[in-house]
């Protein structure tokens, strides 16, 4: 029997979880919606805002496309911490210069903040229960995915008109805040940690 949402989300391990992910996927609000107006009030070119925006796609997708090989055997604790270090990274980056060569390692973070971090995601949702898979899913998809990068972008929309590239030191903070947080894999069901399938429908 499937439990209701509103079950999953009286679990605490499910709420860390879902914290987590939050803090680390909304920390992109800022980037999603001001990252080309900032590089190109920095005097970058609409051409070479194109290709960062593809480098980041491509970091993204060759996390996704050797995420076997490169991440075989890493803890779900490991991977989430690995996102986490680079969200402090890449948005304290971010709000810190906007040379060609800095914004090239930020895009290739891209990898790294939001790749792993989907991985590890899907990997603490294949290693539950079978019949909570659909509803965390669910919970993924509509909370730090949907409802909270939608609040975050409304608050960074402020932070940027009074802050400017200061809104990017929060995006980072949220990095930090995730450092925080402990989640592991569920210990009701034992899957292969090899078996990392995440290979959603690009981002950047």
Known sequence: MRPKLKELLTEWPVVKFLLLVALIQGSHAAYYSFGSIYWKQAGHSEDIIGYLWSLGVVAEVLVFAFSK?????????????VASLGVIARWGLTASTTTILALVAIQLLHGVTFAIAHIAAIQYIQHAPQNKMVALQALYNAIPLGAVIAAVTSLSGWGYEHWGAAVFWAMAAMGGLALLIRVDTPPSTVQD???????PEAQN
């Open 69 to 81: 090989r490169w991440f075989a055997g890493w803890s779900l604790r490991t991977l989430f911490f």
């Open 193 to 199: 940690g090899n078996a990392l399938k995440a290979e």
